[in-house]
T-cell receptor
Framework: EAQVTQNPRYLITVTGKKLTVTCSQN?????MSWYRQDPGLGLRQIYY???????DKGDVPEGYKVSRKEKRNFPLILESPSPNQTSLYFC???????????FGEGSRLTVL | SQKIEQNSEALNIQEGKTATLTCNYT??????LQWYRQDPGRGPVFLLL?????KEKRKERLKVTFDTTLKQSLFHITASQPADSATYLC???????????FGAGTRLFVKA
């Protein structure tokens, strides 16, 4: 089954404790991206990757890091989480930049 | 700055009627426009894509129009059903499609 898998789905952590949200896709897609979704603000792009070792900033990259060492994986790293990073995070992939985005089920992160 | 606006309030309609959702944008010239459906607690699911040189696209009970002069897209669901109740997101993509901007979404309720 074609899918994008994110882990963890739910996480409560404390300020400053580094965490990684993993994302993996099994569709051999070139393009992957991360979004955060906040009430009233919609989905905002954090980072995107056009291929292995090629990443670029989206609209809200501050406080986040990403890496793309393998085609299927695109982890999101929060080196020192802060409460304003409490949000619902989605990973997505697609074959072409403008094509259908396939989203994961989301990771709800709470930073205390 | 770039801005997308969707119907800010929820839309309530009766089963069997046509639902019309609006997406307006400013300070942007998208090459593509997409519509997604999102159910509570789930990731968005792709519905339709329309290119800047296309005026209208249809898929089963769905129809999307794209007016680059008005900077507006309309999304229609004909013969609506309670199962169509969800949040619908509009997304704009630049040439290449790597940077995607989403609207905050419109919540649709279809009453039986």
């Amino acid at each position: 089954e074609a899918q994008v898998t994110q882990n963890p789905r739910y996480l409560i952590t404390v300020t400053g404790k580094k965490l990684t949200v993993t994302c993996s896709q099994n569709m051999n897609h070139e393009y992957m991206s991360w979004y955060r979704q906040d009430p009233g603000l919609g989905l905002r792009q954090i980072y995107y990757s056009m291929n292995v070792e090629v990443t670029d900033k989206g609209d809200v990259p501050e406080g986040y890091k990403v890496s793309r060492k393998e085609k299927r994986n695109f982890p999101l790293i929060l080196e020192s989480p802060s409460p304003n990073q409490t949000s619902l995070y989605f990973c997505a992939s697609n074959q072409q930049g403008f094509g259908e985005l396939f989203f994961g089920e989301g990771s709800r992160l709470t930073v205390l | 700055s770039q801005k997308i606006e969707q119907n800010s309030e929820a839309l309530n309609i009766q089963e069997g009627k046509t639902a019309t959702l609006t997406c307006n944008y400013t300070n942007y010239s998208p090459a593509y426009l997409q519509w997604y459906r999102q159910d509570p607690g789930r990731g968005p699911v792709f519905l339709l894509l329309i290119r800047e040189n296309e005026k209208e696209k249809r898929k089963e009970r769905l129809k999307v129009t794209f007016d680059t002069t008005l900077k507006q897209s309309l999304f229609h669901i004909t013969a609506s059903q309670p199962a169509d109740s969800a949040t619908y997101l509009c997304a704009l993509l630049n040439t290449g499609g790597f940077k995607t901007i989403f609207g905050a979404g419109t919540r649709l309720f279809v009453k039986a």
